[in-house]
């Protein structure tokens, strides 16, 4: 996920469940990307590194996200916006990507709300191996 391009729909309630990490996946943040963002372990699929990436827009880790970005692409900041909130995350598929590979692509629908209203963000991310490790290379946003 790179510097977003939004669209708003109208308002709908949408709530995470707190004890699920922001990902999706059913355990504690902690115990989840937590473990990513501290850099106590590594993503080992380029799925693990999409999902630790919005997890770390919905905690608004920056630097998880400046470091996970490939070098070549990385911005000055992530463009983290302070009054939007990520909601949920929808992995729609995947290519490539898993550890015997160096390129994968990641497609999603990241959810958010923002000022009383709710959108989303549809994009297939690609990412690589920067010297061992996945990071997110670039991405083509969709509706
Ligand atoms: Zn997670």
Redesign the pocket.
């Given at each position: 996920m790179g510097i977003m391009s939004r669209r708003t729909r109208r308002p709908r309630p949408a709530r995470p469940t707190p004890a699920s990490?922001?990902?999706g996946?059913p355990?504690a943040?902690a115990d989840?990307?937590g473990r990513l963002h501290r850099g106590q372990t590594r993503a080992t699929t380029a799925e693990q590194l999409m999902?630790?990436r919005y997890?770390a827009f919905a905690v608004g880790d920056e630097a998880y996200l400046l470091r996970s970005w490939h070098p070549t692409t990385r911005p000055p900041g992530a463009g983290l916006d302070p009054g939007l909130r990520w909601v949920r995350l929808e992995i729609l598929g995947t290519t490539e990507g898993s550890a015997f590979h160096t390129t994968g692509t990641v497609e999603f629908r990241a959810h958010y709300t923002q000022g009383g209203g709710t959108g989303s963000l549809h994009e297939n991310s690609r990412f690589v191996r920067h010297e061992g490790a996945w990071v997110y290379l670039d991405g083509v946003t969709g509706d």
């Open positions: 990490c922001p990902c996946l355990a943040y989840c990307c999902r630790s997890s």
